[in-house]
């Protein structure tokens, strides 16, 4: 595999490892994790993945955090 290939799957894992914390969170605690609580935190979450450099996962976080704003 390539270089490119093995960091286009690193980031979706790791992009996809912070969604599922969250859904186990919202889960955990539902009274205290609404819509609004889980776009916050995928948008800090996208935020640190791309001041760490981890743009593809940035880039994942910041779609799912479009999707989760555009629920009703």
Known sequence: MSDDL???I???AMAE???LNLLRATLACPAAMD???VATMILAAATERQRHGDYGAAELL???KAMVDGWD
């Open 6 to 8: 093995l960091d286009e």
């Open 17 to 19: 490892r912070i969604l």
């Open 10 to 12: 690193e980031q979706r």
């Open 35 to 37: 819509r609004s609580h």
């Open 62 to 64: 910041w779609h799912w």
